[in-house]
Nanobody
Framework: QVQLVESGGGLVQAGGSLGLSCAAS????????MGWFRQAPGKEREFVSV????????YYADSVKGRFTISRDNAKNTVYLQMNSLKPEDTAVYYC??????????????????WGQGTQVTVSS
């Protein structure tokens, strides 16, 4: 069992930035592909970004490409999502997730094994 805890959410104005962190328990963090998903009110949970076990491969949803950056520090058991040039449509609860499988473009939530509780990101205009 892996426990994930997100932090860093909050309220920002359009064009601003936020950095999210996801801290994982256990000693096997580097064994997991790590992803970020988000869910806005009235919408289904959607893929945002994913990073491979060693950090060498990253994928992004088209909606965030060029604005968001995913990274990880396996020594700290932490994955990050730096969000720049935020838009109101980025407003959502952001979740980190862990997958024992490999990276995949546009992965579905069902593909992931463990989930954090989420952190709220609100972008005002």
């Amino acid at each position: 069992q892996v426990q994930l805890v997100e932090s860093g959410g909050g309220l920002v104005q359009a064009g601003g930035s936020l950095g999210l962190s996801c801290a994982a328990s256990g000693r096997t963090f580097s064994s997991y592909t790590m992803g970020w998903f988000r869910q806005a009110p009235g919408k289904e949970r959607e893929f945002v970004s994913v990073i491979s076990r060693s950090g060498g491969i990253t994928y992004y949803a088209d909606s965030v490409k060029g604005r968001f950056t995913i990274s990880r520090d396996n020594a700290k058991n932490t994955v990050y999502l730096q969000m720049n040039s935020l838009k109101p449509e980025d407003t959502a609860v952001y979740y980190c997730a862990a997958d024992l499988g490999g990276v995949a473009r546009n992965a579905r939530p069902v593909d992931y094994d463990y989930w954090g509780q989420g952190t709220q990101v609100t972008v005002s205009s």
